[in-house]
């Protein structure tokens, strides 16, 4: 039954799906929500809903407070931490560390290239999730973007709502507490990487506009902005992330302040693009405080296993995986699968 796919047995199945439903499912369906849905009424048993979840995050004080006088923000991180997270892994899966988080996160204390990532993601999450969630009515005390040189009276005639990456910026700054400038060497570089994720999100804004009137006439046209796919701001942080600068402190001769100086880049400290970190990180080869190690990770035979097995060579095994396969399109919107199951070799590195 499937002539081309040797040493593979085949099995008829009926797969039923929308084609319009799996078209627009993408990047963790947070884009494509410029159509402002209805708001949601707020009714006492939610409203007590969001306080318990505000209790179960790990907030400090003015975050709690924060946290309860918005319905829609405990939500929000949630969804904050999900993203980053899924991000994360996703943009290390052939890095000898793969985002893994457990043990005593301690990766998160020290001043490595990957805690400047972990801090610059997650900032980006947040200020990403804030501004989808303001512009699709999740969050009470914002709406859509209401910036004055956007014919903004069309958008909402319309029914076009912007991303609402200004108050998402105030609030996440409000949120983090990073008002403050401290003089510690550790803050700096925080709340330096911190920034450098929001500016990110912030450069993937994009004006979109579109036309109404006659046959493309363009009588009335409507403009909104809208934050690019979080996969894209992760697939920067990354970039920035592997030319990250380390820095060292240095006393200002003029001002008297101390601030960050890039270890090659002759006095001018670092851009405000540049990821920056403090120390060199471990090989992340063998397992120690900060990750499992590299032992049983998957990788691909001719690019991958060298580097991501250290050396160490790598296990082959076989495996069996289903696949869809001679799809065909019935009448509308449904499709006709068969399954096929194809043998193939997986790598994954070995322990000694
Ligand atoms: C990361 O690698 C470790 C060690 O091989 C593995 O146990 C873990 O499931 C991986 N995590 C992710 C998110 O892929």
Not at 127 to 137: F, Q, R, T, V
Not at 175 to 194: C, E, M, T, Y
Request: aromatic share 6%; charged share 25%; with cysteine.
């Amino acid at each position: 039954m499937c002539p081309r796919l040797p040493r593979t047995a085949c099995l008829l199945r009926l797969t039923v799906l929308c084609i319009i439903l799996s078209q627009t499912s993408a990047y963790f369906g947070l884009i494509g929500r410029e159509f402002l849905p209805a708001p949601i009424p707020s009714d006492a048993q939610s409203d007590k809903a969001h306080l318990k979840q505000c209790e179960q995050l790990a907030l400090n004080r003015r975050q709690k407070r924060l946290c309860r006088r918005d319905p829609g923000l405990a939500e929000t991180l949630r969804e904050s931490v999900r993203l980053s997270l899924l991000e994360c892994r996703y943009q290390f899966r052939n890095e000898r560390w793969n985002c893994s988080l457990d043990g005593r996160g301690s990766l998160i204390k020290r001043g490595f290239k990957e805690t400047a990532f972990l801090l610059a993601i997650s900032s980006a999450a947040l200020s990403h999730a804030l501004a989808k969630a303001c512009s699709s009515g999740r969050m009470e005390r914002c709406t859509c973007d209401d910036s004055p040189e956007l014919q903004h009276r069309e958008a909402w005639k319309w029914g076009i709502c912007g991303d609402n990456l200004k108050y998402s910026t105030k609030l996440l700054k409000n949120f983090l507490g990073s008002k403050r400038v401290s003089k510690d060497l550790r803050a700096q570089i925080d709340s330096h990487n911190v920034n450098v994720g929001i500016r990110a999100v912030k450069s993937g804004l994009k004006t979109t506009c579109k036309c109404h009137g006659v046959s493309g006439s363009c009588a009335v046209r409507t403009c909104w902005k809208q934050l690019s796919p979080f996969h894209d701001t992760g697939r920067l942080l990354k970039f920035r992330y592997d030319s990250a600068v380390r820095v060292y402190s240095a006393t200002n001769d003029a001002t008297g302040e101390t601030q960050l100086a890039g270890a090659h880049r002759h006095n001018n400290g670092p851009r405000p693009t540049d990821l920056v970190y403090l120390e060199d990180s471990p090989s992340f080869c063998r397992p120690s405080r900060y990750s499992p190690g590299t032992a049983g990770r998957p990788c691909a035979k001719d690019t991958s296993c060298q580097s991501l097995c250290c050396g160490r060579g790598y296990n082959t095994a076989l495996r069996l995986t289903t696949l869809s396969c001679h799809c065909q399109v019935r009448w509308c919107c449904h499709v006709e699968c068969q399954t096929c199951v194809r043998e193939e070799e997986v790598y994954t590195c070995k322990k000694h």
